[in-house]
């Protein structure tokens, strides 16, 4: 009689069956993991990128030329966004630029200046859907604002969900003065953060604007004093944010979204998202710890 049996396949099946064979597979395959995305975030060239106990820290790395986008710095801060969506240890993040002079001082005009009509929609389509991803990050997203935001700049910082600058901070879109117009998204954000009129007036005058009118007219959250006061007021807002649950703080800036989008059904949407929250474990969790009077235990799920 002919015998089926096969020691090494019926090993193999031992071992797929095995706990202690499994719970190692999923460590091995979580280090390669955490190695791959750290490779990834050691990477770049014209930004730096770090995780601190869950808030990253995005640095616009171009000092010499005062933090100018370019399509290459572009594409580093999209990949670093990519890694914030993938990295479940990331909370939140700071986008910032290096030195004091420049947050990023606007595009890189030599790249600019070779710009045809073809590929300058694809540089503008690019940069949009750039910041559409942070934009629509489920991670809370601040601006730090030291010096000159402005063009891509400032487009860059209205993305994000909170802006916080520095008195020494200048907002502007003077994309005019170069016969072109705002290509990432500036025409439709300012418009949301400030208004019809005052969109208009800014946008077509290219003129720049301090810190404190920034302010006045709700295009920052915050102005502080310097940069190291900036990063102690957006660590102090993000660690408070990241203590909440991560789904319900991920639909509220959904939500918010929404209200931009014509596509959307901005209430139903937050009524959707209402009865998700309900079911996670995370309102089990959040309403027993009011009970009983302690603090919640939030896992995102």
Same mark, same amino acid.
């Given at each position: 009689?002919? $015998?089926?049996?096969?020691?090494? /396949? ?6 797929? @069956? ?13 280090? %390669?993991? %955490? ?11 014209? +930004? ?13 790395? #171009?000092? =010499? ?24 240890? +990331? ?7 290096? &030195? ?20 300058? #929609? ?25 010096? @000159? ?14 802006? +916080? !600058? ?19 998204? *500036?025409?439709? #954000? ?5 208004? /019809?009129?005052? !969109?208009?007036?800014?946008?077509? $005058?290219? =003129? ?9 007219? &709700? ?6 004093? =310097? ?22 703080? *991920? ?6 979204? !929404? ?40 896992? &995102?799920?």
């Amino acid at each position: 009689m002919k $015998s089926y049996f096969n020691p090494t /396949k019926n090993l193999w099946l031992q071992l797929l @069956f095995n706990p202690h064979f499994l719970a190692l597979f999923a460590f091995l395959a979580l280090c %390669l993991s %955490l190695q791959l995305i750290q490779l990834v975030m050691d990477s770049y060239q014209n +930004i730096k990128f770090e995780n601190n106990n869950g808030i990253a820290l995005l640095t616009i790395n #171009r000092p =010499d030329k005062l933090n100018a986008l370019n399509m290459k710095t572009v594409e580093e801060i999209g990949r670093a966004i990519q890694v914030v969506y993938d990295n479940a240890e +990331i909370r939140a993040v700071i986008i910032t630029g290096a &030195g004091e002079k420049a947050f990023v001082a606007g595009a890189d005009i030599a790249e600019i200046a070779e710009l045809t009509e073809l590929n300058s #929609r694809k540089f503008s389509e690019q940069g949009q859907d750039v910041f559409a991803t942070i934009e629509n990050c489920h991670k809370p997203i601040i601006a730090l604002v030291n010096g @000159f935001a402005l063009g891509g700049g400032c487009e860059l910082a209205m993305a994000c969900h909170m802006r +916080i !600058a520095t008195n020494n901070a200048k907002f502007g879109l003077p994309e005019v003065n170069l016969g072109i117009i705002p290509g990432f998204g *500036g025409t439709q #954000r300012l418009t949301q953060h400030v208004g /019809k009129g005052k !969109a208009f007036e800014l946008a077509t $005058s290219g =003129d720049m604007i301090s810190a404190e009118n920034a302010l006045s007219i &709700g295009l920052v959250n915050h102005v502080l004093e =310097d940069k190291t006061a900036a990063m102690t007021k957006a660590v102090e807002i993000l660690a408070k944010i990241v203590n909440k649950a991560p789904l319900a703080v *991920g639909m509220v800036i959904d939500c918010i979204n !929404a209200v931009y989008n014509d596509e959307v059904d901005g209430y139903q949407m937050e009524a959707n998202s209402f009865a998700n929250c309900v079911k996670t474990e995370d309102f089990a969790e959040g309403t027993q710890a009011f009970l009983e009077k302690r603090k919640p235990n939030f896992i &995102g799920e």
